[in-house]
């Protein structure tokens, strides 16, 4: 089991970039889907989280902005991010809990994808 993410990039300050994170493996049941972040010196920190059902929560700093949003079918999280500033820039890192076929609830984090935003 395993989750990887996608999306990042270079982008200048307003534009948007929208990361994807796929859970992959054999997987009985996915719970809550995350997304955080950790600047160069920072902590990492919550971004947004939604439930199975759809539920959300966001960081102060993605409020108005970013968007979280799940493909339950596909096993997908995405969070779309609009009017980035430089203080986005952070590596992104997807975060889930994965129930594998055979085994209990685990929490599981993906490899992280790298958000520039620069001029």
């Known amino acids: 089991v395993q989750l990887q993410a996608s999306g990042g990039g270079l982008v200048q300050p307003g534009g948007f970039l929208r990361l994807s994170c796929a859970a992959s493996g054999t997987l009985l049941s996915v719970n809550n889907m995350a997304w955080y972040r950790q600047a160069p010196g920072k902590q990492r920190e919550l971004v947004a989280r939604?439930?199975?059902?759809?539920?959300?929560n966001y960081g102060d700093s993605a409020k108005g902005r970013f968007t979280i949003s799940r493909d339950n079918a596909e096993s997908t999280v995405y969070l779309q991010m609009n009017n980035l500033k430089p203080e986005d820039t952070a590596v992104y890192y997807c975060?889930?809990?994965?129930?594998?076929?055979?085994?209990?609830?685990?929490?599981?984090w993906g490899q992280g994808t790298l958000v520039t935003v620069s001029s």
């Open positions: 975060n889930a809990d994965l129930r594998e076929v055979g085994a209990n609830w685990r929490n599981y």
């Open positions: 939604i439930t199975s059902v759809g539920t959300t």
